[in-house]
């Protein structure tokens, strides 16, 4: 019985339809899911197997709709919980990957259409590439770089004080690349039997990575028996601080003393007592500076009370909010998400939020896009203002830094703060709001890579979890239980050399990015220098 060209096409677009919905399954399997609580990272090294298989059996014209699908189902099961968040969140972040990866299939495609023996090694420059990229400028969003769903295989991740996290993407990835490349078929596609005889050189180079990588992650680890410690607190108070009014402030408040109250009874006492990001709504500055709302101003006043009672120096996730001169001449209220420190009630050190949350904390295109501002604001979003400065604390003897919340996934910013002088990094976050434990542990395994790339102990004290010590070497020294009003009081080390990535930062990435432009001009170059004709088919030329 003959089958129909219809009929064929029919089944080629099912197949392909099947491949792209399996690999948006396994990339989000990969990392911590509802049903893994750790992700499964095994899945990371063939995940994008179907993807690659795609690229190569579409034309380039249909290489920007399967683009598009695989960045907005991708994006939309791995993080689902975004629409918790902000009404308008995962409809935007679906929307933004659907457009990058309707630039990112064809420019894959392209790389064979242009090299079709060696295509396939560009392919994984330029994913590299992509990856650095999206967390780069206002939309910059580090959740899925491929690297971190190896969060917990300790031998692995070492690489990262050298490369960062994209040392071990690249690591990852290349199988995907490379195995795809050998399956039959597939426009301009090259058969089994020649890549597997003329690609093993760079599959014997990646097992060569791969061993030298496992044999760094055993021998790379910091022995830090002999280090100083700090005994730090970390309180979790399991609430979204910003729900309800004065009353459920007031409450949140009394879990929060009560809860530090039962660390400072621990022998020994701790050197620093932290609270999470934004813990205590009620403005401190504001309320004492200004006292336009005396219900507020008694608040204030009470937390400062009791915290001029401690003999031991608090951190507090407050908004910081001033009178400043606005853009129009006057005074305006201008509010900071911020890290306050305490000591014996007096304020001695403060930070401010330097890398906001696109959309939902930052939007500066009011002008520019007032449609989008005026539905953002509409749903009742909180903006905030950029701080200015990395800030390093110091109180007796200790030197940390406070990336808040969204801070610790980017690797720039943990690293700039170990540059100017951070000992140790203390992370202040709220995902209470998405009421989620995939959204908790997808948010810790990025701020793992941060110890490991700065070879610093990180702390992070949350408001509903996951609240827990690391070790300079990216282990979990101590987590608290998650949705649970808790706290716990961690031993960590203090260590002081700087790493090879806090010397040179991502150098990796920016290398990725120059290999695959050139390489791309020189097959665009060398195609008009070898005038191929327009009736060729794709990948039929003389390939290189």
């Known amino acids: 019985m003959s089958v129909s060209r219809g009929q064929k096409g029919l089944v080629a677009f099912l197949t392909q339809l099947g491949a792209i919905i399996l690999g948006a399954f396994l990339f989000a399997a990969a990392f911590p899911n509802v049903l893994f609580e750790n992700g499964l990272p095994l899945l990371a090294w063939i995940a994008y197997i179907p993807v690659f298989w795609v690229i190569r059996q ?293 930070y401010r939020k330097l890398h906001l949350v696109p959309f939902t904390e930052h939007f500066p295109y009011e002008k520019q896009f007032p449609l989008i501002y005026t539905a953002l604001k509409n749903a009742d979003t909180h903006f905030w203002e950029k701080g200015r400065e990395a800030t390093v604390f110091e109180i007796n003897g200790l030197k940390f830094s406070n990336p808040i919340c969204f801070e610790d996934t980017f690797g720039y910013l943990s690293r700039e703060f170990v540059q100017n002088g951070a000992e140790l990094i203390v992370n202040l976050t709220n995902d209470a709001w998405s009421n989620s434990l995939p959204a908790q542990m997808q948010h810790l395994s990025m701020a793992v890579f941060r110890a490991v790339e700065n070879r610093r102990s990180m702390v992070r004290s949350t408001a509903s979890g996951q609240t827990c010590a690391i070790d300079p070497n990216g282990r979990i020294l101590a987590m608290a239980r998650p949705f649970a009003e808790t706290q716990i009081t961690a031993e960590v080390p203090i260590i002081g050399p700087a790493s090879w990535y806090t010397k040179q930062g991502d150098f990796l990435p920016r290398i990725f990015i120059a290999a695959a432009g050139i390489w791309l001009l020189f097959g665009i170059v060398w195609g008009i220098v070898k005038k191929i004709p327009s009736k060729h088919k794709e990948g039929r030329y003389e390939p290189m």
């Not at 994913?127 to 959740?143: A, D, K, N």
């Not at 760079?202 to 097992?207: D, I, N, Q, R, V």
């Not at 009014?245 to 109250?261: M, Q």
């Not at 401190?284 to 009791?306: A, G, N």
Request: aromatic share 18%.
């Open 58 to 350: 579409v034309h380039f014209g249909a290489s920007f709709f399967w683009g598009a699908l695989y960045g907005y189902s991708a994006y939309g099961i791995f993080n689902y919980w975004l629409s918790v968040f902000h009404p308008l969140a995962g409809l935007i972040v679906g929307i933004i990957y659907l457009c990058y990866f309707m630039i990112l299939f064809p420019l894959l495609k392209l790389a064979l259409i242009l090299f079709p023996r060696r295509g396939y090694l560009l392919q994984w420059i330029l994913w590299i590439s992509f990856e650095y990229l999206r967390t780069q400028g206002f939309l910059g969003y580090p959740y899925g770089i491929t690297g971190y769903s190896q969060w917990h295989i300790i031998p692995v991740i070492q690489i990262a004080d050298i490369f960062g996290v994209w040392g071990v993407s690249a690591l990852v990835v290349f199988p995907s690349v490379w195995l795809a490349a050998a399956l039959p078929g597939g426009l301009g596609g090259l058969d089994p039997p020649y890549h597997f005889r003329h690609a093993w050189l760079s599959a014997s180079l990646w097992c060569a990575a791969l061993i030298a990588t496992l044999i760094y992650g055993f021998i790379a680890q910091v022995n830090y028996t002999a280090a100083p410690t700090a005994r730090i607190a970390l309180i979790q108070h399991n609430t979204d601080p910003w729900q309800g009014g004065i009353e459920d402030y007031r409450n949140n408040f009394e879990v929060l003393r009560r809860l530090s109250d039962e660390a400072l009874q621990a022998e020994p006492k701790p050197d620093l007592v932290v609270w999470s990001e934004t813990a205590f709504v009620p403005r401190i500055y504001w309320h004492t500076t200004y006292r336009d709302d005396p219900v507020s101003y008694i608040l204030v006043k009470e937390l400062l009370d009791y915290l001029a009672r401690q003999d031991v120096p608090f951190v507090i996730g407050n908004d910081d909010a001033r009178k400043e001169v606005g853009g129009h001449g006057t005074w305006e209220r201008v509010d900071y998400n911020a890290a306050m420190l305490f000591n014996r009630g007096e304020l001695v050190g403060l």
